[in-house]
């Protein structure tokens, strides 16, 4: 079994001392939600645990427990995203310099193979615009270079159920409602045209490969590969299974969006639930949501968020090991 920390939210940055108590504990109760009534309870054994996809924007308060993860016999990696945006854009984010430290510190810890940098959403407006982008990538990619395997990519998507004028909204960003605000969204966020996907992902792809970094992007519908971009699997089983040094015997996630190439794996998070606040994500539906999730969240709890009910029934979770064995090596 893959397990992804998390689609849904930040875990490593927002929630990692409930994560590991709940790696202590070995299993964890999650909500299915699309279903709040069904509940499962999924064991986190080593021996059922064949690989952990952390996703982060500052794993920095994961950091500490990597040691204690690596010697109680889990394999990781992370999707590690870093963008050159400010406060308007993801308010709740420390300072860019010290995550780009923190990437590095990452790097050093656990290898650049265990880190997959995702430059993602591509954000176009009047201020970051394709020139921008294109300094701004070209400097992180010589700053981090030697500390990543990868580079994923996308460009923001205007989700239908949120729709422009209702980012900031969702995200928790505390001025939400306000006119002024949605005016300032509306300057902030609007769909890439075909010409400036192209143009950058022609950057991108030129810039990282001759620094030896390939460039993939994530659900884009897009066929950019004759620009050099490659289709992106977030939970990926080659990379997977180069970590572990055998095979998984895994199935294409058909639970995903189109265009996807993740392979199946099961996601421990909740969402609105993330305090980064990132003005077009898609985890958080309103402040009012987040806060009475948080106020509710418990770090020594089973579930992220709240608790089982009364009357509430919990699936076990049929969960077991996809490790096909090691690679043979030649004689």
């Known amino acids: 079994m893959i397990v992804s920390v998390s689609r849904?939210?930040?875990i490593p940055c927002r929630h990692s001392e409930w994560f590991?108590?709940?790696i202590r504990a070995g299993y964890v109760v999650v909500r299915n939600p699309m279903n709040h009534g069904q509940i499962s309870r999924i064991p986190l054994s080593p021996e059922t645990v064949d690989g952990i996809v952390f996703w982060s924007k500052d794993p920095a308060p994961l950091m500490p427990y990597l040691k204690e993860l690596s010697d109680r016999g889990y394999r990781y990696y992370f999707q590690f995203t870093l963008t050159p945006y400010g406060k308007n854009l993801e308010p709740g984010l420390r300072d860019k310099k010290e995550i780009e430290d923190c990437?590095?510190?990452l790097a050093r810890e656990i290898g650049r193979e265990r880190i997959i940098w995702r430059y993602d959403p591509v954000v176009v407006n009047e201020v970051l615009n394709p020139a921008y982008h294109k300094r701004e990538f070209a400097r992180l990619c010589r700053e981090l270079q030697g500390c990543m395997r990868s580079i994923t990519i996308s460009f923001v998507d205007m989700y239908e159920k949120r729709g422009i004028g209702n980012a900031a909204q969702r995200s928790g960003c505390p001025e939400a409602g306000s006119?002024?605000?949605?005016?300032?969204?509306?300057?902030?966020?609007?769909?890439?045209?075909?010409?400036?996907?192209?143009?950058l992902a022609a950057f991108f792809s030129r810039t990282a490969s001759s620094m030896g970094i390939?460039?993939?992007?994530?659900?884009?519908?897009?066929?950019?590969?004759?620009?050099g971009v490659g289709r992106a699997a977030c939970i990926d089983k080659a990379v997977l299974e180069e970590?572990?040094?055998g095979k998984l015997r895994l199935k294409p996630d058909k639970g995903q969006r189109k265009g996807c190439g993740c392979y199946e794996s099961v996601d421990i998070g909740a969402y609105n639930t993330c305090r980064n606040g990132c003005i077009y994500c898609y985890a958080n539906h309103s402040p009012r949501s987040l806060e009475e999730n948080l106020r509710k969240a418990d770090k020594q709890g089973e579930l992220l968020v709240g608790s089982v009910r009364e009357g509430e029934k919990v699936r076990e979770r049929k969960a077991v090991s996809c490790f096909e064995g090691q690679y043979e090596l030649p004689l």
């Open 8 to 10: 849904r939210t930040d």
């Open 243 to 245: 970590i572990l040094g």
């Open 20 to 22: 590991m108590n709940r």
């Open 103 to 105: 990437f590095r510190e």
């Open 214 to 227: 390939p460039v993939n992007a994530c659900c884009e519908e897009a066929d950019l590969s004759a620009l």
């Open 179 to 199: 006119d002024a605000l949605r005016l300032r969204e509306e300057k902030l966020l609007r769909p890439v045209n075909k010409e400036e996907m192209e143009e």
